[in-house]
């Protein structure tokens, strides 16, 4: 690991929140944990950190179901700040849902690099990571 | 008898003048008598006027009077003396003037005799009384005198008024009479010079009138021979009149055009000069002619130059004048060339119409009725079959008109034409002489004189031929008849080029109701149909192709442009109700191929309307279930998708915490592992018994509706969030008038309004305070609706549009335990069969709208 790894977790579910930061410490995946609760917090501190690269996160894993931005309007956002983004991240939708629709949704989003269905074992998430560093 | 008048009269005039002058005479001498008298009596006065002048000389003078006076005086005497017995005698005296007369004699006497004494006194004393006795009578005598002259003249002047009186009578009387005699005398001569008179004016008017006759005789002889030649002028043949040596004396103005002449130019000169060409034979004739002849010619061919033939007619005749000598010829011609080319045009025409009457096979006939003789033409014969040798008579006709029903009508016809004079025309089976039956048509036109008909003229023609083509014709329109009217269930009607209905199947009039003699040669099919559609058809028509038509035209149009028309139409039936029908109209055409009408079909579509209608119930009806269907599908996908979503998220949760749990080592960590599993199983927990109540809900197929009142409901809704109304100071307005109450499910009315006040209370705008707007109203349809309306801090709905009634998996932030979440509100109200929906605007406010 070359350069301390950000994570970034964007859920409102907090117990999810809770077993997912857990997971990431235990396992040791991580430098650094970001943790929002709704796309908009996400946003804010994108948009605060647009060409803060150490500050950026590596990888975001995208809850679609969250109150005031879920998950597709968070990404509709991004797009538009991609550019100005100084930093290459991944970002993996995460939902419980295995609605199709939401698959397809999410696939069709270029920036989007997967869709994970919830809940992500701790061996798939240190394989990211891994594949990530 | 005149004389004795004339003498009378004479006699009468001579004698009243004689009486006249006589009378005047009379008078005239008495007149002088009484002015003698006068006279004398003046010269009396002056005589004593001179005595006494002598008187008084004497007086003057002398004692005695002188000599001179003495003498004077005797004079005076003497002449006194002689005048008085002048007066005296008078015959005027009469007794007027006897007394004066008397008195004047008596003082003449006096005077006389103082007088002498004047002359015989011889002394003064004697004069002196002498002379005043005369002064003194003297002025006496004069008054007597002037009595006596006046009684004279008064007496004279009685006389001479009444002589006037009597000359006047006497005047007159005689005038009168000698008027009448002369009258008398007159009025036979008169009356004689007037009837004289009158006779000689007679005369005179006998002689005038002669006179004026002999002037007319004159002017109308003059007239005449200006009319003849007039006559002659203008005559419209060529014609001219020449003298004994054939010059011209006037010529028609034909023939002056005919010959290329000016009447002016010829009139005196000779015709042969004219016409030098004439030949000696023609001058022959003409000379015979002059001797008395007349030469005619009714036509004679002459070639022309161009070759064609001129016929023509002539007359040469000489005319005698009014001597009764030849004075010369008249010669007439005609160019009739045309009159014989008509006459040779004519036979042909006879010719050809003979001919004619041959190939139609029409015959003439003639009966006469007097004498009861037939004639037959040849092509009668023929018609009747028999030969040029039979005879027909009266009964011949009869016998060959079949027996029956056409004898019997023939003989009807004959009466009517024999005694009223009606021509007839009827169509007759005859039997020829050889027994065969044919089809005539027999006319017969009678000839009337003096009110009686003397004669029948009439053709016979053989329609034999033409009667098999009309009952084959016949034959065949019964069978299409037949067949037209065996469609008792489709309209069929034909129409001549105007539309107007010639045609009217019984199914036509079973179809709309109307007997075919309402509508055949009266109306067009238009009549039939619904006119609110006619008039909108007609006016898409009209903007269609962009020409003004209108009636019947709409429809003729299409029909003749395109094989058939057809369309669906509305009819009016003869009951007025209405008829969906399907109209074919197509055009009739002749062999030649040109337009005699209109076919019109029509087809009662009411039988596939309803059907159609039905199926489109039905359709509807199964689109209404698919929608349903499909709605409560998606419903279920989404309760699926809810489910899964809603199911999984805890439990996976509750599986990360069972793998920190085990692989957990201390005391406090595994009690906060514990806390968080107890959040989860209760969300977990919350979760499930959202969605069993949901499921119960969309499967329960009976609910329970009662009639509930809004206001009741509010009023309710409002004590159970008394508290939170209160701490928010939110105000509640409602409105339910335009929808009072509403048939419904209790608990899910009290349900929605729970939940929508509690959530316009959580969602309201920290910035102003609540204001929450209920509403009621009801659509045209019936149904309900009840919008909430709030000024809260509204939803950005295109971020969470759909979320809004989603199921909240946020349940552990504070699920509220008094309301179950618009989730739970949209099941309930979409399990009755409604909806609902939510406008809003950030920081504006919401608007539920709920359709029950």
């Known amino acids: ?133 | 008898m005149v004389s004795f008048r004339i003498y009378l009269f004479l006699f009468v005039m001579v004698s009243s003048l004689a009486l006249n002058q006589l009378l005047i005479y009379h008078g005239t001498s008495k007149r002088d008598e009484v002015i003698s008298i006068v006279n004398v009596a003046g010269r009396q006065r002056m005589l004593s006027e001179g005595m006494l002048r002598i008187a008084f000389q004497a007086r003057a003078d002398s004692v005695i009077i002188p000599g001179r006076l003495k003498s004077d005086l005797f004079a005076y005497i003497q002449q006194f003396r002689n005048a008085d017995s002048t007066i005296v005698n008078s015959k005027e005296a009469n007794d007027d003037t006897r007394e004066q007369l008397l008195a004047m004699k008596a003082w003449a006497g006096r005077l006389t005799a103082s007088a002498y004494e004047i002359f015989n006194s011889d002394n003064r004393s004697e004069l002196m009384k002498s002379t005043d006795s005369l002064i003194q009578i003297q002025p006496k005598f004069l008054q007597s005198m002037e009595a006596v002259v006046k009684a004279f003249e008064q007496s004279g002047n009685q006389k001479l008024k009444q002589r006037e009186t009597n000359n006047t009578v006497a005047s007159v009387i005689s005038f009168l009479l000698t008027l009448i005699a002369f009258f008398y005398a007159v009025i036979p001569v008169l009356k004689s010079l007037e009837k004289q008179n009158v006779e000689l004016i007679t005369k005179n008017e006998q002689i005038k009138s002669n006179l004026e006759q002999i002037l007319d005789l004159r002017e109308s002889i003059a007239k005449n021979w200006e009319r003849y030649k007039v006559f002659i002028e203008q005559a419209p043949g060529a014609m001219a009149m020449f003298d004994k040596d054939m010059r011209y004396l006037v010529a028609s103005k034909k023939w002056c055009s005919d010959y290329g002449l000016t009447s002016s130019d010829i009139v005196g000169v000779s015709h042969y000069d004219i016409f030098p060409e004439i030949t000696e034979e023609r001058k022959q004739i003409h000379r015979e002619c002059l001797l008395g002849a007349v030469s005619h010619s009714d036509g004679a061919p002459f070639e022309r130059a161009d070759g064609s033939i001129q016929w023509l007619a002539w007359e040469v005749r000489p005319w005698t004048g009014s001597d009764g000598e030849i004075g010369g010829l008249l010669i007439y011609t005609a160019d009739i060339t045309e009159f014989v080319n008509l006459r040779s045009e004519q036979e042909k025409l006879a010719r050809i119409f003979a001919k004619v009457s041959e190939i139609a096979r029409i015959g003439a006939w003639k009966m006469n009725l007097p004498k009861g003789t037939m004639y037959w033409s040849d092509v009668t014969r023929q018609i009747l079959e028999v030969n040029d040798a039979y005879i027909p008579d009266i009964h011949s006709v009869i016998n060959h008109i079949k027996e029956g029903e056409n004898r019997d009508r023939f003989l009807l016809a004959m009466e009517r034409a024999l005694v009223i004079g009606n021509a007839f025309d009827l169509e007759l089976e005859v039997v020829t002489e050889k027994n065969k039956a044919v089809w005539t048509r027999i006319v017969g036109e009678p000839e009337i004189l003096d009110g009686k008909c003397v004669r029948l003229l009439g053709i016979i023609q053989d329609i034999q031929h033409k009667k098999r083509q009309e009952l084959k014709i016949s034959k065949l329109l019964s069978e299409l008849t037949a067949i037209l009217n065996s469609a008792t269930e489709i309209a069929i009607m034909s129409t001549n080029m105007d539309g107007v209905i010639t045609q009217f199947s019984l199914g036509a009039e079973k179809l709309l109701g109307y007997k075919a003699e309402e509508l055949v040669g009266w109306k067009t099919p238009l009549f039939l149909l619904d006119p609110e559609i006619v008039e909108k058809r007609t006016a898409e028509f009209r903007q269609r192709i962009g020409q003004n038509v209108d009636g019947f035209e709409i429809l003729a149009f299409q029909a003749k442009q395109a094989q058939a028309y057809t369309q669906e139409w509305n009819c009016v039936k003869k009951n007025g109700s209405r008829l969906s029908v399907l109209l074919s109209i197509t055009s009739l055409r002749d062999e030649s191929g040109s337009m005699t009408g209109f076919l019109c079909v029509a087809t009662d579509l009411t039988e596939i309307i309803r059907l159609k209608e039905q199926a489109l119930e039905n359709n509807k009806a199964l689109e209404s279930l698919t929608t349903k269907l499909t709605h409560q599908n998606l419903q279920l996908a989404s309760f699926a998708h809810i489910t899964s979503h809603n199911l999984r998220s805890p439990v996976s949760n509750l599986n990360s915490l069972l793998s920190f749990l085990k692989s957990s080592t201390n005391e406090t960590d595994r009690e906060m592992l514990m806390q968080k599993f107890e959040i989860v199983i209760n969300h977990l927990t919350g979760t499930l018994e959202t969605l069993v109540d949901a499921l119960k809900i969309r499967e329960s197929t009976h609910h329970t509706t009662e009639p509930l009142m809004f206001h009741e409901m509010l009023r309710k809704t409002e004590d159970i969030l008394v508290a939170q109304l209160k701490e928010s100071g939110a105000i509640v307005n409602s409105d339910f008038t335009h929808a009072p109450f509403l048939e419904y499910n209790r608990e899910y009315l009290e349900s929605i309004f729970l939940n929508m006040l509690t959530n316009a209370i959580k969602y309201r705008s920290p910035a102003r305070r609540l204001e929450l707007m209920i509403r009621s109203r009801r659509l045209q349809t019936g149904k309900v609706e009840l919008i909430f309306s709030d000024n809260g801090s509204g939803i950005d709905l295109n971020r969470n549009g759909k979320k809004i009634f989603g199921l909240n998996k946020t349940f552990h932030k504070n699920k509220d335990a008094k309301g179950v979440g618009l989730f739970m509100t949209k099941t309930q109200i979409e399990s009755m069969g409604g909806s609902i929906s939510a406008d809003s605007e950030v920081d504006v406010g919401t608007t539920f709208l709920i359709k029950f």
């Open chain 1, 1 to 133: 690991m070359n350069k301390p790894f950000i994570l970034c977790i964007v859920d409102d579910d907090d117990i999810y929140r809770f077993t997912i930061t857990r997971t990431i410490e235990v396992g040791k995946l991580a430098q650094k944990i970001l943790i929002f609760r709704d796309g908009e917090e996400a946003l804010r501190f994108m948009i605060e950190n647009v060409g803060n690269a150490t500050e950026l996160p590596d990888v975001i894993f995208l809850d679609i179901n969250m109150p005031v931005l879920d998950g597709f309007a968070f990404m509709e956002e991004y797009v538009k700040l991609k550019p100005r983004v100084g930093k290459k991240i991944t970002i993996y939708m995460v939902s419980s849902s295995i609605d199709p629709i939401d698959l397809r949704r999410a696939k069709a989003i270029e920036e989007i690099s997967d869709y994970i269905v919830k809940p992500i074992r701790a061996e798939m998430l240190s394989l990211i990571i891994e594949k990530l560093e």
